[in-house]
């Protein structure tokens, strides 16, 4: 009843919606521009100590916090005295910048100067988010100089020229999928008209939920990845909802009037856009559980597009259709598909068994590169090899973070606060602080211990307050090793005697939070997923097998994708060692795993519909796959116009995003759709239909 109400008020009320449509998306769209300039870092952060630990080193010891490393590489020609003389005056200038916190200068710190190099570190107090004007300023104090090169890196200068480049890859990615998208349809409708109401319908949408994105990050922290996943999925969702709706109504117009035409249109291919964004949302919600700013700001915005795309599809796409109904009745060049259709479903149904091996021989090649797979948090390596920020983090990583007795042995700091509540560290806390240094200093993963105890180093005043005291670790290993991970999970564990307690920090510390977060976020999100599409499913066909075998096509197409993604990233990154980002795997996961129910849906909608009116099995499927296999094949096109382009993006995770999702859409709707699918029907029969 629900979308026949819809199809009368499109007709009796056009005017109406289209000015309200019109108002809203006006103001929506003037603000879209907006959206990169409330952008902040990508939100992997914890709720864990490391945040903890690096509040009180900025605000108790003086330790900069998340600081950007100004790099020099000093030419032997620059005597020492004239090397000091620029740092004092160059870094004295560099503190009248406006949110310049701290600077250390390795004027009297030895261990920041190592060869030709040197570093000093300045820590900001605006967010990664709003750092380009301070950056601009700081490179300007630091001007070219004979003899002294000056490079900026450190997390904030890389996350700056990650935003940078995800706006440019943004731009490239859409004026290269919108206009393929457009020629696909052109070429499965043979109507300009037809074609360009998905691509306007996709446009309007992402504008829309852009503008809006805008306005939440004025109040919300937002990740930057939300800039390409909002485009990503609402060109794909919205262009494929229309697809639906305009092949539907076209079909319809063949023998009905417009408005019967509209009437069945909604009925069918409105139920299944509403079937549809529901598994999708389902998919998104599953990975807002994960408690990190990422996942949740990234879940908000894609939902907020999926929303939008289905309230236009409903509403506003209906008065169009009814509006430009004779423009859309009779196509230019009309492409009869349907026979090659029904044809390739009998050819699959013959022979279900050897379908089903020849399918599934297919997936279990493209699982296999799985073996390779390395996960990582996003650093440096996130941006192409001639980016500055990253070989200076490169050059830094190289010279100061290796072990001095062996350049070629990586290392890594941790710190440990050791402290009692806003009480006064007494001699026998003293003692109980040095027997743990003499642990930590006996353990074959630590390389030195600094502490107040040391003879060298920082000065004691710069590791010791009233209630507590820093211990800087130097550990074997970078930290994301394996053996620094687990002796990071062993020595959070100490227990001191009351009331000393000891908080860790540092980036094995952080890398520890994130994974251990997502592993134990993760089994509830994949059920959550897993069960609720389950339940959508089976209130929709009200079949058990249908909503399993949905399932399961879908988990393998996934893993398959993670496969072709590990195989594929390295080869178009030039980088034969790159591991994908953490977050990558679960936004394909939730993403693809609703969106793929996208045409998913479509089909075994349109085979429940012959089946209602036959009771053939094989009949519906034949049937459904003729009526809804072109549809599907120029969907699962489309999606890969508007993912696919993103691959040849700068950054990493965008790359690899692009290419997990164009690959899960290639594969779902080739092997599994147009394979699997008739066959398993084909095999299992009427228990495909237990329940209706």
């Given at each position: 009843?629900?979308?026949?109400?819809?199809?009368?008020?499109?007709?009796?009320?056009?005017?109406?919606?289209?000015?309200?449509?019109?108002?809203?998306?006006?103001?929506?769209?003037?603000?879209?521009?907006?959206?990169?300039?409330?952008?902040?870092?990508?939100?992997?952060?914890?709720?864990?100590?490391?945040?903890?630990?690096?509040?009180?080193?900025?605000?108790?010891?003086?330790?900069?916090?998340?600081?950007?490393?100004?790099?020099?590489?000093?030419?032997?020609?620059?005597?020492?005295?004239?090397?000091?003389?620029?740092?004092?005056?160059?870094?004295?200038?560099?503190?009248?910048?406006?949110?310049?916190?701290?600077?250390?200068?390795?004027?009297?710190?030895?261990?920041?100067?190592?060869?030709?190099?040197?570093?000093?570190?300045?820590?900001?107090?605006?967010?990664?988010?709003?750092?380009?004007?301070?950056?601009?300023?700081?490179?300007?104090?630091?001007?070219?100089?004979?003899?002294?090169?000056?490079?900026?890196?450190?997390?904030?200068?890389?996350?700056?020229?990650?935003?940078?480049?995800?706006?440019?890859?943004?731009?490239?990615?859409?004026?290269?999928?919108?206009?393929?998208?457009?020629?696909?349809?052109?070429?499965?409708?043979?109507?300009?008209?037809?074609?360009?109401?998905?691509?306007?319908?996709?446009?309007?949408?992402?504008?829309?939920?852009?503008?809006?994105?805008?306005?939440?990050?004025?109040?919300?922290?937002?990740?930057?990845?939300?800039?390409?996943?909002?485009?990503?999925?609402?060109?794909?969702?919205?262009?494929?909802?229309?697809?639906?709706?305009?092949?539907?109504?076209?079909?319809?117009?063949?023998?009905?009037?417009?408005?019967?035409?509209?009437?069945?249109?909604?009925?069918?291919?409105?139920?299944?856009?509403?079937?549809?964004?529901?598994?999708?949302?389902?998919?998104?919600?599953?990975?807002?559980?994960?408690?990190?700013?990422?996942?949740?700001?990234?879940?908000?915005?894609?939902?907020?597009?999926?929303?939008?795309?289905?309230?236009?599809?409903?509403?506003?796409?209906?008065?169009?259709?009814?509006?430009?109904?004779?423009?859309?009745?009779?196509?230019?060049?009309?492409?009869?598909?349907?026979?090659?259709?029904?044809?390739?479903?009998?050819?699959?149904?013959?022979?279900?068994?050897?379908?089903?091996?020849?399918?599934?021989?297919?997936?279990?090649?493209?699982?296999?590169?799985?073996?390779?797979?390395?996960?990582?948090?996003?650093?440096?390596?996130?941006?192409?090899?001639?980016?500055?920020?990253?070989?200076?983090?490169?050059?830094?990583?190289?010279?100061?973070?290796?072990h001095s007795a062996n350049n070629e042995t990586p290392v890594n700091q941790?710190?440990?606060?050791?402290?009692?509540?806003?009480?006064?560290?007494?001699?026998?806390?003293?003692?109980?602080?040095?027997?743990?240094?003499?642990?930590?200093?006996?353990?074959?993963?630590?390389?030195?211990?600094?502490?107040?105890?040391?003879?060298?180093?920082?000065?004691?005043?710069?590791?010791?307050?009233?209630?507590?005291?820093?211990?800087?670790?130097?550990?074997?290993?970078?930290?994301?090793?394996?053996?620094?991970?687990?002796?990071?999970?062993?020595?959070?564990q100490l227990q001191l005697p009351e009331p000393l307690t000891i908080l860790?920090?540092?980036?094995?510390?952080?890398?520890?939070?994130?994974?251990?977060?997502?592993?134990?976020?993760?089994?509830?999100?994949?059920?959550?997923?897993?069960?609720?599409?389950?339940?959508?499913?089976?209130?929709?066909?009200?079949?058990?097998?249908?909503?399993?075998?949905?399932?399961?096509?879908?988990?393998?197409?996934?893993?398959?994708?993670?496969?072709?993604?590990?195989?594929?990233?390295?080869?178009?990154?030039?980088?034969?060692?790159?591991?994908?980002?953490?977050?990558?795997?679960?936004?394909?996961?939730?993403?693809?795993?609703?969106?793929?129910?996208?045409?998913?849906?479509?089909?075994?909608?349109?085979?429940?519909?012959?089946?209602?009116?036959?009771?053939?099995?094989?009949?519906?499927?034949?049937?459904?796959?003729?009526?809804?296999?072109?549809?599907?094949?120029?969907?699962?096109?489309?999606?890969?116009?508007?993912?696919?382009?993103?691959?040849?993006?700068?950054?990493?995770?965008?790359?690899?995003?692009?290419?997990?999702?164009?690959?899960?859409?290639?594969?779902?709707?080739?092997?599994?759709?147009?394979?699997?699918?008739?066959?398993?029907?084909?095999?299992?029969?009427?228990?495909?239909?237990?329940?209706?």
């Amino acid at each position: 009843m629900l979308y026949l109400w819809l199809a009368d008020k499109a007709i009796r009320y056009p005017r109406g919606i289209l000015i309200t449509w019109l108002v809203c998306l006006s103001w929506f769209a003037a603000h879209a521009s907006d959206l990169p300039a409330v952008l902040h870092d990508h939100g992997l952060r914890t709720q864990g100590s490391y945040n903890d630990v690096q509040h009180v080193l900025s605000e108790d010891f003086g330790i900069p916090e998340d600081p950007v490393i100004v790099l020099f590489d000093v030419q032997k020609k620059v005597s020492s005295d004239e090397f000091q003389s620029y740092l004092e005056q160059r870094l004295h200038v560099a503190a009248s910048i406006q949110g310049v916190k701290k600077i250390i200068s390795p004027v009297n710190r030895p261990e920041m100067r190592k060869a030709n190099f040197a570093y000093a570190l300045i820590e900001f107090s605006q967010p990664s988010g709003e750092m380009e004007g301070a950056l601009k300023e700081l490179r300007q104090v630091f001007p070219p100089q004979e003899g002294i090169g000056v490079r900026l890196t450190g997390s904030k200068v890389v996350q700056t020229d990650v935003n940078a480049a995800s706006r440019t890859d943004l731009g490239k990615a859409e004026s290269l999928g919108i206009p393929i998208a457009f020629i696909i349809m052109w070429l499965a409708f043979g109507s300009v008209w037809a074609a360009l109401l998905p691509v306007w319908m996709g446009v309007i949408s992402v504008a829309g939920a852009m503008g809006f994105m805008a306005e939440l990050g004025k109040h919300a922290e937002l990740s930057s990845f939300v800039l390409n996943v909002i485009p990503m999925v609402g060109l794909a969702l919205s262009i494929d909802f229309a697809l639906m709706m305009v092949s539907r109504f076209r079909e319809e117009l063949h023998r009905r009037s417009a408005g019967d035409a509209l009437r069945i249109t909604m009925e069918t291919a409105g139920r299944a856009v509403v079937l549809s964004a529901a598994c999708v949302a389902l998919g998104l919600a599953g990975i807002a559980f994960i408690p990190m700013p990422i996942f949740a700001s990234v879940a908000w915005g894609a939902m907020v597009v999926l929303l939008l795309s289905v309230l236009l599809t409903l509403t506003l796409l209906p008065v169009i259709l009814y509006r430009l109904s004779e423009r859309l009745r009779a196509p230019r060049y009309p492409m009869k598909t349907a026979g090659i259709w029904r044809w390739s479903a009998h050819a699959v149904m013959r022979r279900p068994g050897t379908v089903i091996m020849f399918g599934s021989g297919l997936l279990l090649v493209c699982l296999l590169p799985l073996n390779d797979m390395r996960i990582a948090i996003p650093d440096a390596s996130s941006l192409p090899s001639e980016y500055a920020s990253r070989q200076a983090f490169e050059d830094w990583e190289e010279v100061f973070q290796t072990h001095s007795a062996n350049n070629e042995t990586p290392v890594n700091q941790v710190w440990a606060i050791i402290g009692k509540d806003n009480r006064q560290l007494t001699r026998q806390d003293l003692g109980h602080i040095r027997t743990v240094i003499k642990v930590l200093t006996s353990d074959p993963q630590v390389i030195h211990v600094q502490s107040v105890f040391s003879r060298q180093g920082l000065p004691v005043q710069a590791l010791l307050r009233k209630d507590s005291t820093v211990l800087k670790v130097t550990l074997k290993g970078s930290p994301s090793d394996a053996a620094v991970q687990t002796w990071m999970t062993r020595w959070e564990q100490l227990q001191l005697p009351e009331p000393l307690t000891i908080l860790w920090g540092g980036e094995a510390k952080y890398q520890q939070e994130v994974f251990e977060t997502l592993r134990k976020s993760m089994p509830g999100a994949l059920i959550f997923i897993v069960l609720s599409n389950f339940i959508v499913l089976y209130i929709a066909f009200r079949s058990f097998l249908i909503p399993l075998k949905a399932l399961l096509m879908n988990a393998l197409s996934i893993g398959a994708a993670y496969g072709v993604l590990v195989m594929v990233s390295p080869w178009i990154s030039g980088e034969s060692h790159e591991a994908v980002a953490v977050m990558i795997p679960i936004f394909i996961f939730g993403l693809v795993f609703g969106i793929s129910m996208d045409y998913g849906v479509f089909l075994l909608s349109r085979i429940a519909e012959h089946y209602r009116l036959t009771g053939d099995n094989e009949q519906a499927v034949a049937e459904g796959l003729a009526s809804a296999g072109g549809i599907i094949t120029s969907a699962a096109l489309i999606m890969m116009a508007v993912t696919a382009p993103f691959a040849a993006g700068d950054v990493a995770g965008v790359r690899q995003l692009g290419i997990g999702i164009a690959a899960a859409v290639f594969i779902d709707a080739t092997i599994i759709r147009l394979l699997l699918i008739p066959s398993l029907m084909k095999w299992l029969g009427p228990w495909n239909w237990r329940g209706i």
